[in-house]
């Protein structure tokens, strides 16, 4: 049975463009359209109506974002008759209207999509943006550092002890781009993100100039060429919480938006509480649509 409502999902996706006949979904999924609304409701914690709606404009506000159709197209598209039933609809979702979201580039709300097994998965929103920047820079210290996906890296630990905190403040002062102050940076991680792999992380800072005056002795600089970048936020326990959006992202957001990852410097922003033991952090990924031909 889960086999077939993941079936049922995928013809969501499909049809997203289109008109979704729950009918045609019941079908796939072997029961009535009756069965099928509740059992959707049950097991993900809202309506399947609900689900689509919220799927729609997710994949819509990816295209409002990168300004490649005009507003109305959109609202035609994604089965809205007229641009202000549109503009309310991406309103209640996002909480901001499609023009300002254009200009401003402002964070969206994601819905991810659902998938069936043991457990649902992607039954809460996901914040994120979606930014073209110019080149920067990565300035900082630089280690190589294992992989570790859940709990505490030790090795990230040492080395940032380890530093001058001198050197560190003085780096500091040297941030002048988003996200601002000291960043981690992850760049030359292995494609298989396998646990224990290798990886170049950067205590540093995001310069404009790529050599800027009074860099610390000892860092390293790493030229970033233009590109877009999606940016993710969350707060929780630490370190918890940043591994967990790091996880969600590559499982639901990814699979979930017409978005792939391009190569790139991963930068995590993070402020912990006083006793260190909450975080709220940003996450900027590099990123590049996805060809739809």
């Keep these: 049975m889960l086999d077939r409502l ?19 979904l019941a079908r796939t999924a072997c029961t009535s359209e009756y069965h099928l609304r509740r059992m959707f409701s049950a097991l993900s914690g809202m309506p399947l109506s609900e689900y689509i709606r919220r799927r729609r404009l997710t994949v819509a506000g990816a295209e ?24 309310r609809a991406f ?6 209207g499609p023009g300002e979201a254009r200009r401003t580039g402002a964070a969206l709300v994601s819905q991810p999509r659902l998938a069936f097994r043991l457990t649902v ?5 996901m914040h994120y943006r979606v930014v073209d920047r110019p080149a920067f820079t990565v300035t900082g210290f630089k280690t190589r550092i294992p992989l570790i996906h859940s709990g505490p890296n030790q090795a ?21 781009q988003e996200p601002r102050g000291v960043v981690a940076v992850c760049d030359d991680l292995d ?41 993710f936020t969350t707060s929780g326990p630490a370190p918890r919480a940043i591994q967990e959006l790091w996880r969600d992202v590559f499982t639901e957001w990814f699979p979930s938006n017409p978005y792939r990852t391009r190569p790139g410097p991963e930068i995590l922003r993070t402020h ?5 033991t909450e975080a709220d952090a940003e996450l900027w990924l590099p990123v590049e649509r996805e060809s739809t031909h």
């Design 121 to 125: 998965e992607g039954n809460s929103s």
């Design 156 to 176: 990230i630990i040492d080395f940032v002890r380890g530093l001058d905190k001198t050197a560190v403040e003085a780096l500091e002062k040297l941030s002048d």
């Design 191 to 231: 494609p298989s993100r396998a646990e224990g792999t290798e990886l170049d992380y950067y205590q540093a800072v995001i310069t404009s100039s790529p050599t800027p005056a009074g860099v610390p002795e000892g860092t390293t600089a790493l030229q970033v060429p233009p590109g877009t970048w999606a940016v």
């Design 6 to 24: 993941n079936q049922a999902m995928d013809r969501i996706e499909r049809d997203l463009a289109h008109t979704v006949d729950v009918a045609d």
């Design 272 to 276: 912990l509480s006083p006793d260190g």
């Design 91 to 96: 309103r209640t979702m996002h909480g901001v």
């Design 64 to 87: 409002v974002l990168s300004g490649d159709a005009t507003l109305l197209e959109i609202a035609v598209r994604y089965g809205y008759g007229s641009g202000e039933a549109f503009a």
